[in-house]
Nanobody, 128 residues
Framework: QVQLVESGGGTVQAGGSLRLSCTASGVRLDDSAIGWFRRAPGKEREGVAWITVKDGITRNHDSVKGLFTISRDNAKSKVYLQMHSVNPEDAATYYC?????????????????????WGLGTQVTVSS
């Protein structure tokens, strides 16, 4: 079955960096798109970044442009979220999700309802 496992979360100082990983199994990543979402206590789930694994097309939430980078390693079935200049507003549980039904429409990348499978999340805490 399809399984997504997030890792790399933890506590980071404000202004610091962190890299999250999403490891996929049971799915051909080449035929999918991967999104990173986050949810902070009391807030709505929001899309952070997205990538089409085959073509490497990416999108980012405006609040993380230039700060967070999404990338993939097809050979390792991994997708990464490199986070730089982390601030307290970035503290949340981060989830990766995969959309396995093409076409992958860039305009809906942050609509969580389009995703088919989700990981259990990894917690990011920001200390000031």
């Amino acid at each position: 079955q399809v399984q997504l496992v997030e890792s790399g979360g933890g506590t980071v100082q404000a202004g610091g960096s962190l890299r999250l990983s999403c490891t996929a199994s049971g799915v051909r990543l080449d035929d999918s798109a991967i999104g990173w979402f986050r949810r902070a206590p009391g807030k709505e789930r929001e899309g952070v970044a997205w990538i089409t694994v085959k073509d490497g097309i990416t999108r980012n939430h405006d609040s993380v442009k230039g700060l967070f980078t999404i990338s993939r390693d097809n050979a390792k079935s991994k997708v990464y979220l490199q986070m730089h200049s982390v601030n307290p507003e970035d503290a949340a549980t981060y989830y990766c999700a995969t959309d396995v039904d093409p076409p992958f429409i860039t305009s809906r990348w942050d609509n969580w309802g389009w995703y088919d499978y989700w990981g259990l999340g990894t917690q990011v805490t920001v200390s000031s």
